[in-house]
């Protein structure tokens, strides 16, 4: 039976992981992690079993420990980053699935390496900002990182078929969001509530901003540099509004391998969890007979410049894909506070980044100081 710790257990990737656990009834849950959602962790805790939970905010974690000792819950309460670490290396778990939002997912994954954990990648920022270390570590240690990300997925899944041969050309899909096809003039109205509003996949409120202004593709260009030992001009973008190819794979010969199927997370949540097994779902299936065609497009980089910073920033490499990550981060969060507008999110990327000195080949140390800094400078920043 495999033995699996959760970190970020209540969100759009946790939930769904905890429903594969659920379906299939032959893994166990060694530890589960989550930012603050004490009540959604308290029906988890009860149905799982955890050995050890982590709240990260500190005056959670005790009121999720008041809590636990009404309920006669039998767990280990931690809290912080200690807390996160101790919950990667949990004994018993073979694997480590890192679906934490956010820059704070790293070291957590850093330490489950090292004590030999598979990792079930979810967390975009651990490659995006610190691929150059993470990649290297994994191989050390003999560690396996299994793509959560259904286009990360798609194209490991398609990696299944080569035989060894190293594609020419990896094709990452993307929906384009809710606003393909509008212009600058037409985005800069733009709500939260309308943004928020994905056509096909049910996402964390950060990345479905993140879908619809295309930098969540920037960031999985990035990861894919770092997954795939690919260079970032052997990666093209192409627009697949059905969400139906989740991405696909070119050889020197022509020959292109696609994976296709309905949009649904369990799916390469599953795959990570079983690989290099394939598990029943029972989930709906494709059906050729209720799809007429499959529409392909391809980015509008004038209307939506985010795609092109990212292409910039992992070209240029060292720490410039932190300041894209964290800007981004910053910048979504203040769109949804209404304090900046729609189409500052990436006019702010591309400020910063064109302020930045580059340090190649950063420490962790000088990644998290980078993004505090950021936070910091950043602050009082607003256009509305």
């Not at 299939?24 to 962790?41: H, P, Q, T």
């Not at 037409?186 to 879908?211: Q, V, Y």
């Not at 949009?263 to 599953?270: A, F, N, S, V």
Request: hydrophobic share 40%; with cysteine.
């Amino acid at each position: 039976m495999k033995c699996i710790s959760v970190l970020g257990s209540t969100g759009s990737i946790g939930t769904q992981t905890l429903d594969v656990v659920r379906h299939n009834g032959d893994i166990e849950i060694a530890a589960l992690a989550v930012n603050s959602n004490v009540d959604a962790l308290l029906l988890q805790v009860k149905e799982f079993s955890p050995r050890l939970v982590c709240v990260f905010e500190e005056e959670k974690a005790k009121e999720f420990k008041e809590k636990a000792k009404l309920e006669n819950l039998k767990c280990e309460v931690t809290w912080g980053m200690e807390g996160l670490i101790a919950c990667a290396c949990a004994d018993e778990a073979d694997i480590v699935v890192t679906a934490f939002v956010g820059m704070v997912g790293i070291r957590p994954t850093i330490e489950a390496i090292k004590a030999g954990k598979d990792i079930a990648l979810a967390n975009k920022e651990t490659l995006v900002t610190a691929g150059h270390i993470i990649m290297p570590l994994a191989k050390e240690h003999k560690v396996r990182i299994l793509p959560v990300d259904s286009e990360h997925s798609a194209i490991f899944q398609c990696l299944q078929g080569a035989q060894g041969n190293r594609p020419e050309k990896i094709l990452l899909t993307a929906s384009g969001g809710p606003f393909r096809g509008k212009k600058k003039s037409e985005l800069e109205n733009i709500r939260p509530e309308d943004a928020l509003k994905h056509p096909n996949w049910n996402m964390g409120r950060k990345i479905t901003i993140d879908s619809s202004t295309m930098v969540n593709k920037g960031l999985e260009v990035m990861e894919a540099k770092w997954l795939f030992d690919v260079e970032p001009d052997d990666i093209e973008v192409v627009i697949q509004p059905q969400s139906i190819i989740h991405s696909m794979i070119e050889f020197t010969d022509g020959a292109v391998i696609a994976q296709l199927g309905v949009p649904d997370m369990k799916l390469p949540i599953q795959y990570a969890l079983y690989y290099p097994e394939r598990r029943e779902r029972t989930a709906k299936r494709l059906s050729f007979k209720e799809i007429s065609s499959i529409v392909i497009d391809f980015p509008d980089n004038e209307n939506f410049p985010a795609l092109p910073l990212a292409y910039e920033a992992i070209g240029t490499g060292g720490t410039m894909p932190t300041v894209y990550n964290a800007v981004d981060e910053i910048a979504v969060k203040k769109f949804l506070e209404g304090k900046i507008g729609y189409t500052d999110i990436a006019d702010l990327i591309g400020n910063e980044m064109a302020k930045h000195k580059v340090k190649l080949n950063p420490s962790l140390e000088d990644i998290i100081d980078l993004e505090n800094n950021l936070k910091v400078s950043l602050k009082g920043y607003r256009t509305r």
